[in-house]
């Protein structure tokens, strides 16, 4: 398995309060991912990374931003949590764009907004 | 914009017998890859099959294997003796060749496939 570590796995906070979760690999990859898994939808890209202090813009970014100081950590802030976020968050990392490379995933983390 | 549609939200497939999961895609590139994703309860997301669009051969995967029709944008995933391991949601993805793309997966909605024994 790839080292992709997600943390908390578990939170429940309130509506306006912010949410920062972190996405922390071993294995030195440069692109990191984040994406929510909801009902009906699947998955669906929010931010990623390719590379320090280099991120884009997904499908769904709106209320969320993200940061990578470092090449093993990749951030997802919610500023002000809404319960429309609720969702399970799965970061993902790939060695490079070439789609022959494997995008690996951790294991996620549920988020329940109140 | 590349779409991928899972028009089956339930499956269920008898041990020992043979499903076929459906997915379609709409793609104007040449160049991308489709994938197979399982997620058993644990929600941790593994591979289970890739697929290039340049290769007419369809990928197979020991009891796994898929039908890829490139015309008509299909990319079904075929199950030979359903185990009751293989109890999950199964994703359909695509990924683009054009390496601006950020490498990305886009996604179908998932198909909740449930075997019986």
């Known amino acids: 398995d790839a080292g992709i570590t997600q943390s908390p796995r578990h939170k429940v906070t309130e509506t306006g309060t912010p949410v920062t979760l972190r996405c922390h690999q071993t294995?030195?990859?440069?692109?990191m991912y984040w994406y929510r898994q909801d009902p009906g939808h699947g998955l669906r890209l929010i931010h990623y990374?390719?590379?320090?202090?280099?991120?884009d813009k997904g499908e769904v970014s709106d209320g969320y931003s993200v940061s990578r100081s470092k090449t093993e950590d990749f951030l997802l802030t919610l500023e002000s949590a809404t319960s429309s976020q609720t969702s399970v968050y799965f970061c993902?990392?790939?060695?490079?764009?070439?789609?022959?490379?494997?995008?690996?995933f951790g294991p996620g983390t549920r988020l329940l907004v109140l | 914009a590349q779409t991928v549609t899972q028009s089956q939200p339930e499956m269920s497939v008898q041990e020992a017998e043979t499903v076929t999961l459906s997915c379609t895609y709409d793609?104007?590139?040449?160049?991308?890859?489709l994938f197979w994703y399982k997620q058993p309860p644990s929600r941790q997301m593994i591979l289970v099959i890739r697929?290039?669009?340049?290769?007419?051969q369809n990928a197979t995967e020991n009891r796994f294997s898929v039908n890829f029709q490139k015309a008509a944008k299909s990319f079904s995933l075929k199950i030979s003796d359903s185990q009751l391991g293989d109890a999950a949601m199964y994703f359909c993805?695509?990924?683009?060749?054009?390496?601006?793309?950020?490498?990305?997966?886009?996604f179908g909605q998932g198909t909740e496939l449930s075997v019986k024994p």
């Open positions: 993902a990392i790939s060695e490079s764009v070439d789609p022959r490379e494997t995008q690996y």
């Open positions: 990374s390719y590379g320090v202090k280099d991120t």
């Open positions: 993805a695509y990924r683009s060749g054009i390496y601006n793309q950020g490498g990305k997966l886009i």
């Open positions: 793609t104007s590139e040449s160049d991308y890859y």
């Open positions: 294995e030195n990859h440069r692109y």
């Open positions: 697929q290039e669009a340049y290769k007419q």
